[in-house]
T-cell receptor, first 114, second 110 residues
Framework: DTAVSQTPKYLVTQMGNDKSIKCEQN?????MYWYKQDSKKFLKIMFS???????INETVPNRFSPKSPDKAHLNLHINSLELGDSAVYFC?????????????FGPGTRLTVT | ELKVEQNPLFLSMQEGKNYTIYCNYS?????LYWYRQDPGKSLESLFV?????AVKQEGRLMASLDTKARLSTLHITAAVHDLSATYFC??????????FGTGTSLTVIP
């Protein structure tokens, strides 16, 4: 019974293309996140949504746009892909409680831009 | 900007030995999390520490938090090969913000 799922698992595309990554959680959590993990395994938060509202937007290029149709879904759309966007993108969710609980991570989407 | 540093970045240890991973952070927080990541896999939660002096143990791993020193430790007792993974600490801030450390890649050698 998958808790946080992402599609696709792998994504290979060319520079300049537009792509989307989908995330769904069936845990009933209120907050969802997108993280980028680079080749050195460094994890950086990109976006955080609480009940469909953006609450964190770290300094990411505006080519990245999160969309949350409902609180169980948080999709990531990327325009005009660049080589530097190659990374593993993780979706995560957490229950309400202002950080009293850990985050639950999805399996990741490995994006390769050629 | 909040900085979270772990050391060591890489750790190679023999089975049966003990070792400690350190997580230092640059600003006030009383929420500290430890995660494990196996190669090519996602992150799995290990511990949630929510107050100064908090200590939690699970199997061969024990985590502690000293909020005054802005330091958390992850202690490994009698390491076994199955513990080989990358370990991340993360600091929580208001507004459900989480800042991850640099990660410690642990290899346990038979």
């Amino acid at each position: 019974d998958t808790a946080v799922s992402q599609t696709p698992k792998y994504l290979v595309t060319q520079m300049g293309n537009d792509k989307s990554i989908k995330c769904e959680q069936n845990l009933g959590h209120d907050t969802m996140y997108w993280y980028k993990q680079d080749s050195k395994k460094f994890l950086k938060i990109m976006f955080s949504y609480n009940n469909k509202e953006l609450i964190i937007n770290e300094t990411v290029p505006n080519r990245f746009s999160p969309k949350s149709p409902d609180k169980a879904h948080l999709n990531l759309h990327i325009n005009s892909l660049e080589l530097g966007d190659s990374a593993v993108y993780f979706c995560a969710s957490s229950p309400p409680g202002a950080g009293l609980y850990e985050q639950y991570f999805g399996p990741g989407t490995r994006l390769t831009v050629t | 900007e909040l900085k979270v540093e772990q050391n060591p970045l890489f750790l190679s240890m023999q089975e049966g030995k003990n070792y400690t991973i350190y997580c230092n952070y640059s600003t006030t927080s009383d929420r500290l999390y430890w995660y494990r990541q196996d190669p090519g896999k996602s992150l799995e939660s290990l511990f949630v520490l929510l107050s100064n002096g908090a200590v939690k143990q699970e199997g061969r791993l024990m985590a502690s938090l000293d909020t005054k020193a802005r330091l958390s430790t992850l202690h490994i007792t009698a390491a076994v090969h199955d513990l080989s993974a990358t370990y991340f600490c993360a600091v929580g801030r208001t507004g459900n913000q989480f800042y991850f450390g640099t990660g410690t890649s642990l290899t346990v050698i038979p």
